[in-house]
């Protein structure tokens, strides 16, 4: 079992700089794919971006060039530094975590940006 844990949302002005980050812990072993999603209620859950263990990474149309993921292997952790935030970011992210076995995810954290 992995159990990920989400740190950094909060309010931020249009235009502004917010940065998250997720911690994996448990069976770690073979986190090959940690990625970030995000969901507005009433919404299906949006892919925003994922990274690989070998730290290729891959993005959603609708963030590329605002948000930025990275990884710490040797922290088990991933972040997402969103910039140029606009009011429609508004949602709650959430984290998540592949291995063999399966996907996991994290609890969400709110993160509201103000127009």
């Known amino acids: 079992q992995v159990h990920l844990v989400e740190s950094g949302g909060g309010l931020v002005q249009a235009g502004g700089s917010l940065g998250l980050s997720c911690t994996a812990s448990?069976?770690?072993?073979?986190?090959?794919?940690m990625g970030w999603y995000r969901q507005v209620p009433g919404k299906q859950r949006e892919f925003l971006a994922r990274?690989?263990?070998?730290?290729?990474?891959m993005y959603a149309d609708s963030i590329k060039g605002r948000f930025t993921i990275s990884r710490d292997n040797a922290k088990n952790t991933v972040y997402l530094q969103m910039n140029s935030l606009k009011p429609e970011d508004t949602a709650v992210y959430y984290c998540?975590?592949?291995?063999?076995?399966?996907?996991?995810w994290g609890q969400g954290t709110q993160v509201t940006v103000s127009s």
């Open positions: 998540y975590a592949e291995q063999m076995l399966g996907r996991y």
């Open positions: 990274i690989t263990i070998g730290a290729s990474t």
């Open positions: 448990g069976s770690i072993f073979g986190l090959n794919v």
